[in-house]
């Protein structure tokens, strides 16, 4: 698929910049319906909620699942403008919550992590079994990429047809390389974000939880992480079944998973981005799966990618995303064109 060239817009050449522009630019979506929630069972005593903009017929469109970021949630703003232009062309979306954001803390014990691709299979089961959907197209962000990538790559050959695509944008493919870029200095604002962000909902999950949170003194080791390495070594890993950070990362990193993604896949990754390196692209894995195309621009930042064009370009990677999957959804086993 031959993709379009990025043109970082003029005021915003460094990906410090371009990362904080596309966290804090405001921006509205008047073109994108009101959502209808849905919660999904993914396994005994949890669930997750969907915000869902259905065509007038579902079962007659493509789907389009979205899956946010670390500390995101449905409301995150690419998530929204994704979800504008999918809808716009003629998709069903779901705006995911991994478990416990965006205010879904009470839906379950347990916390969020980017190993629980098992989450997102069964919701993919769920869409094909009780929906009946016809295409269904997965794209995530950041941590929702690497989330995106492993449920692919355990899918495998035993991938359902009705799954046509993945999108993974700025995936933390190898979560050890990402968090280490995290910690250094010059990215010190990303990591006091998200150390805060996560140490927050660590205190509302105690409130609602204490049996499961104030025991074998986890607070007081929340209190002395310093960044999210040393959060995931005393909070995420050890209430998640984990040996230790270092496991955690291991096993829940997508990069072992990409030899086996059966499915077209695009991955779009800015050479610039401050704490995903972009050396964790340049592995044969990528290279030598033809399902597997990589677009990595020189200039785009986390997650941003803001063009210095306008409408619908000027998000250039949300436009990226619709454009695959229409273009994958049109592609048929036997050649055919389907109609959207």
Known sequence: MSVKEFLPHPALPTGHLMTVAGAFLPRQFPRLPASVPRYFAVEAGT????DCHWQEIPQQRPTLVLLHGLEGS??????????????RAGFNVVRLNQRNCGGTEHLTKTLYHSGRSADFR???????GRDRLPA????????GGNLALKMAGELGN??????????????CLDLAACCDALSERRNFLYNRHFVRSLKRRMRRKAGLFPEVYRANGLMAKLAHAGNVR?????????????RDAADYY???????????????TLIVAAQDDPFVP???????????????QLVAPRHGGHCAFISRESGDERFWCEARIVEFCCTNFLKTANGQVAEI
């Open 74 to 87: 449905s409301e995150s703003a690419y998530m929204l403008g994704t979800a504008e232009k999918a809808f």
């Open 136 to 143: 269904i197209f997965f794209a995530g962000f950041s941590m």
């Open 250 to 264: 291991q096993r829940s990193s997508a990069m072992h998973f990409l030899q086996a993604i059966r499915v077209p």
């Open 230 to 242: 040393e959060f995931d070594d005393a909070i995420t890993a050890p209430l998640s079944g984990f």
């Open 158 to 171: 035993g991938r359902p047809t009705r799954l046509r695509g993945i999108v993974a944008v700025a995936p």
């Open 122 to 128: 069964a919701i993919l089961v769920e869409l094909i």
């Open 47 to 50: 669930q997750i909620r969907g």
């Open 278 to 292: 972009f050396r964790i692209f340049q592995t044969p894995a990528i290279r030598e799966n033809s399902n597997i």
